[in-house]
């Protein structure tokens, strides 16, 4: 079990890649902003091939499309061990859709979608969509 230092420390990480991915994001601050963590319930063994995906395919792809992801993070402790998180943040629930949809006809997507097929990596994908409270300090 990892002590609890390293806990604080991989959540003080977590923390300023949430900040620094949310200044970098280049969306509209208003009321229409929405934010979006997606959870990858990968087949037990696949969390790495699930990441290499990720790393080597899928980022690309998403930022080509204007989803813009403000971190990725894998589970470090049972039962989310086998866990991939990722948070994007989307200027409104209209532009989600719109530029999910351009993802999902890419060619480049769809072959990515066939692989998936082919070498199941995910079990289950749950997707929460959230608005921040009146005093977030992330908007």
Known sequence: MPS???RWRVCGIALLSFAAGS???QVRAD???VFELRVYHAVPGK???LQARFRDTTAKLLAQHHLHVV???VGEDAPGADNFYWLVAHSSREDAKKNYDALRGDPAFL???KAEQQEKLVEK???TFMRPADFSPMK
Do not use: C, F, M
């Open 71 to 73: 971190g990725y993070w």
């Open 31 to 33: 009321n229409d902003r």
């Open 4 to 6: 609890v230092s390293k």
């Open 23 to 25: 200044l970098i994001t």
């Open 111 to 113: 072959e990515t979608v």
């Open 125 to 127: 994908i749950d997707s």
């Open 47 to 49: 969390i790495q091939a």
